[in-house]
Nanobody, 118 residues
Framework: VQLVESGGGLVQPGGSLRLSCAAS????????MTWYRQAPGKQRELVAT?????????VDSVKGRFTISRDNAKNMVWVYLQMNSLKPEDTAVYYC???????????WGQGTQVTVSS
């Protein structure tokens, strides 16, 4: 199992970033995939989920600003998170994984740091 997140960085409030996640080594294509984030001193939280069929769901704080998408390629799943109108409170390390990862004791990738600051 390999999860590799990328695309983070430092951006000013109101800016945009596009995160990417390459998931391989497991049957990720049949799972709902989720972007999570963890800010310093806070618990990891679910940000956005996309089902295997393409339906999406978002935490209220990012609705209308973030868009999750996926591409089920052969032997690999790509999961993306387009983040617009970024706010300082979006600052966190962002991870992707299956929707059940937190309760399944699944391995995690290294995450990608997003910092929103002027």
């Amino acid at each position: 199992v390999q999860l590799v997140e990328s695309g983070g960085g430092l951006v000013q409030p109101g800016g945009s970033l596009r995160l990417s996640c390459a998931a391989s080594g497991f049957t990720f294509a049949i799972y709902d995939m989720t972007w999570y984030r963890q800010a310093p001193g806070k618990q990891r939280e679910l940000v956005a989920t996309i089902t295997s069929g393409g339906s999406t769901n978002y935490v209220d704080s990012v609705k209308g600003r973030f868009t999750i998408s996926r591409d089920n390629a052969k032997n690999m799943v790509w999961v993306y998170l387009q983040m617009n109108s970024l706010k300082p409170e979006d600052t966190a390390v962002y991870y992707c994984n299956t929707i059940i990862a937190p309760i399944a004791n699944s391995p995690w990738g290294q995450g990608t740091q997003v910092t929103v600051s002027s």
